[in-house]
């Protein structure tokens, strides 16, 4: 009987907004941080990934950085323009892989701002998802107590029960015609998505919630890039 063939995992990283909460000239993916940029962190524990075949990473027409960045020299990290939307940029990289991804082929997608994944983590969620055949997300319980507000006045309406409510991050992997399928769909119907689970469900489609961690951060605001540091001179 021949060997069951080992899985084959592409991987796209949204890298084309231009991070306005952050307060800085310069787009969120290139700050630096831990004696590199927060976009290379990111992708040095992306190049650890099991089964990787390529990384396609989704830029700003305007991108001037990427291309100066020494370390992201590598012959399986692509890039490829995004879009405006976070969905228009995976669709971007979908598309760049068009020619040589099988339907079957798992396609995960990871924030470029979110560098303090670890490779543990990060195999972990693929060992996960591949043995399941079930495509998923790293998330964490809500911890907080959760408030429903009148936007104008910004007034409490209610507080809402976080008892089966978790936090979704990234990674997040679905098979490329599943994923490619979901996107178009969402968008054909002017469906609201947020990330790549909320399209497949709109599908009608399962995901399953991998348990994520709390350092798994994105950094959206200045104080996150501090902690970030943090956390990674703490996982050294």
């Not at 370390?71 to 890039?79: A, D, E, G, V, Y």
């Not at 209610?158 to 769909?185: K, V």
């Not at 991998?210 to 996150?224: Q, V």
């Amino acid at each position: 009987m021949p060997a069951t063939q080992p899985p084959k995992i592409w991987i796209i990283v949204p890298a084309a907004g231009i991070g306005a909460r952050m307060e800085s000239a310069v787009p969120k993916q290139y700050l630096p941080l831990a004696a590199s940029t927060v976009l290379e962190q990111t992708l040095s524990v992306l190049l650890r990934a099991k089964y990787l075949a390529e990384i396609v990473v989704c830029l700003h027409p305007d991108d001037v950085q990427f291309d100066q960045l020494p370390s992201l020299k590598q012959s399986n990290i692509i890039k490829t323009l995004g879009g405006a939307e976070r969905s228009d940029s995976v669709l971007c990289g979908l598309a760049a892989i068009a020619e040589k991804v099988a339907s079957s082929d798992w396609v995960l997608v990871h924030d470029a701002a979110r560098p303090c994944l670890t490779a543990k983590l990060l195999n972990g969620f693929i060992d996960t998802v591949v043995a399941e055949q079930l495509g998923g997300i790293l998330a964490i319980p809500v911890a907080d107590t959760l408030k429903q507000v009148e936007p104008s006045t910004r007034q409490v309406i209610a507080t809402r029960d976080r008892a089966n409510l978790w936090q979704a991050q990234t990674p997040q992997m679905f098979q490329y015609s599943e994923l490619l399928l979901a996107l178009n769909s969402a968008i054909k119907h002017s469906q609201a998505i947020t990330d790549e689970a909320s399209a497949i469900e709109l599908l009608g489609k399962t995901v399953r919630i991998i348990p994520g961690s709390t350092d798994n951060i994105k950094i959206t605001r200045p104080e996150d890039l501090r902690l970030a540091n943090l956390i990674l001179q703490a996982n050294q």
